[in-house]
């Protein structure tokens, strides 16, 4: 499977629409890639507070216009990042879409651990309940943003639904940024899983970003690492060595906490 990771950094000088355009033909040039990620937030920037609500956008708005008409151009699986959701009915969301090789929403997933604790995201946004994984030919994807990386019991569950991949978006500060790679390693190998995680480059807000995406094995082994600006990150990675890692170092097999009937001896 060929992954390209596209960080992006978002210019506060640049408006929108103009950034929609920009990334749509960013995508349309992974054209022979299987899937391409984008970052958290990459519309308004993920430490913007005050663009949430100004450039909110419900889920089948301009974004989602956007992106699913670059995915169907380039012949891709695309996870286009998030988005400030408005629900007409409820909160803003921080929501993430996938789309399929043909345009079609393949799935929504509206973050459920907000950053800011009293302040910011935490407050400006409502937080998502439903886990979700998308099948894509060869794998089977588990979807996370940001923040979400810090909670493991949010990926245990991901791969009790099967997921293989975990794809993480993020708007990440550079100032934390040794917990960035650290965490994504660890998510990796506590779950047997690849990890995709893209980040934003430039700076949000006045906030510097950390970029430096990265693809992890099984094993914890990093596959690929971008550094600091703008950039294309792609990898190729073999899917089919999660059930090979798995079936070689059984770990998963052994978990007692958690379950809902732990096992007996």
């Known amino acids: 499977m060929r992954a390209s ?8 000088g640049e408006s929108v629409e103009t950034r929609r355009r920009r990334v749509a033909s960013l995508v349309r040039e992974q054209a022979g890639a299987d899937l391409v990620v984008l970052p958290e937030l ?20 301009p974004t989602h216009e956007a992106m699913a008409k670059a995915a169907s151009d380039a012949g891709v699986w695309l996870h286009a990042g998030s988005i400030p959701e408005r629900d007409p009915e ?22 459920i651990h907000r950053f800011g604790f009293d302040k910011g995201e935490a407050v400006l946004m409502g937080a998502g309940r439903d886990l979700v994984t998308v099948r894509l030919p060869g794998t089977t994807l588990g979807v996370a943003t ?10 245990r569950g991901l791969v009790d639904a099967g997921a293989e991949t975990l794809v993480v978006p993020a708007g990440w500060p550079e100032r934390r940024r040794s ?7 660890a998510r990796a190998v506590e779950n047997q899983a690849f990890v995709l995680a893209c980040g934003t480059a430039g700076t949000h807000a006045g906030v510097p970003q950390a970029g430096h995406s990265i693809v992890v094995d099984p094993w914890g082994e990093v ?10 990150l792609t990898v190729e990675f073999d899917p089919g060595r999660v059930a090979v890692t798995r079936d070689q170092f059984p770990a998963l097999k052994d978990r007692v906490l958690g379950l809902e009937e732990p096992p007996r001896r």
């Open 146 to 155: 940001c923040y979400d990386l810090r909670f493991p019991e949010l990926f």
């Open 5 to 12: 990771l596209i960080q992006i950094a978002v210019d506060e």
């Open 42 to 61: 990459w519309t308004t920037g993920a430490f913007a507070y005050e663009e949430f609500g100004r450039e909110a956008e419900p889920l089948d708005g």
């Open 223 to 232: 596959l690929a690492e971008a550094g600091p600006g703008e950039q294309v």
């Open 90 to 111: 409820g909160p803003l969301y921080n929501t993430s879409l996938v789309f399929s090789p043909s345009g079609e929403l393949a799935a929504a997933y509206r973050k």
């Open 179 to 185: 917990h960035w790679t650290l965490l994504a390693r």
